[in-house]
T-cell receptor, first 111, second 114 residues
Framework: GQQLNQSPQSMFIQEGEDVSMNCTSSSIFNTWLWYKQEPGEGPVLLIALYKAGELTSNGRLTAQFGITRKDSFLNISASIPSDVGIYFCAGNSNSGYALNFGKGTSLLVTP | DAGVIQSPRHEVTEMGQEVTLRCKPISGHDYLFWYRQTMMRGLELLIYFNNNVPIDDSGMPEDRFSAKMPNASFSTLKIQPSEPRDSAVYFC????????????FGDGTRLSIL
């Protein structure tokens, strides 16, 4: 599958700070998805993006589908301790139904 | 609404034993996916089904792995014989028909092969 580079690999921040993470692909994607995984659970969908340039919010989370269709970012504003987890980007090139996943960004938030 | 249901949640067994993992997708979803997650390799797609038919099994690591979907509400992933390197968390996910529809994941089976 296509190579997805997700960065940063980990973040250690204080409560109240904003967070930004991004994902780049070696090829064009038609769908970008952002998931969050907590210990002992499966990934949970946060935001789905379907059009280049699309900017979508879900509470304190905002994600954008890059204009080149090869990148996406996720921002979390005013982080809280329950934001702790691993955030994954995933993309689909429409050549099939398989999703390509990034390696994840591990987020730790201290009170 | 019930999400994707996987069983067992944890499995510990000895090398050489047969392991069967089970999945019930979300009702009405046409696609079912099996993934494996490890620290080294992240989330890897093993196989996926459409309307109970295997579409792409290129991610299945070797012949010791097999998957079936006898009906729209049940799928199994079997490893026989199991090896220590198969230890991982195995996830099942399902989605609706259209391309780009998000996949919804179960809580996984944590498999340990001793």
């Amino acid at each position: 599958g296509q190579q997805l580079n997700q960065s940063p690999q980990s973040m250690f921040i204080q409560e109240g700070e904003d967070v930004s993470m991004n994902c780049t692909s070696s090829s064009i994607f038609n769908t970008w998805l952002w998931y969050k995984q907590e210990p002992g659970e499966g990934p949970v969908l946060l935001i789905a993006l379907y059009k280049a340039g699309e900017l979508t919010s879900n509470g304190r989370l905002t994600a954008q589908f890059g204009i080149t269709r090869k990148d996406s970012f996720l921002n979390i504003s005013a982080s809280i301790p329950s934001d702790v987890g691993i955030y994954f980007c995933a993309g689909n090139s429409n050549s099939g139904y398989a999703l390509n996943f990034g390696k994840g960004t591990s987020l730790l938030v201290t009170p | 609404d019930a999400g994707v249901i996987q069983s067992p949640r944890h499995e510990v067994t000895e090398m050489g034993q047969e392991v069967t993992l089970r999945c019930k997708p979300i009702s009405g979803h046409d696609y079912l996916f099996w993934y494996r997650q490890t620290m080294m390799r992240g989330l890897e797609l093993l196989i996926y089904f459409n309307n109970n038919v295997p579409i792409d099994d290129s991610g299945m690591p070797e012949d010791r792995f097999s998957a079936k979907m006898p009906n729209a509400s049940f799928s199994t992933l079997k490893i026989q014989p199991s090896e220590p390197r198969d230890s991982a968390v195995y996830f099942c996910a399902s989605s609706l028909t259209d391309k780009g529809q998000p996949q919804h994941f179960g809580d996984g089976t944590r498999l340990s092969i001793l």
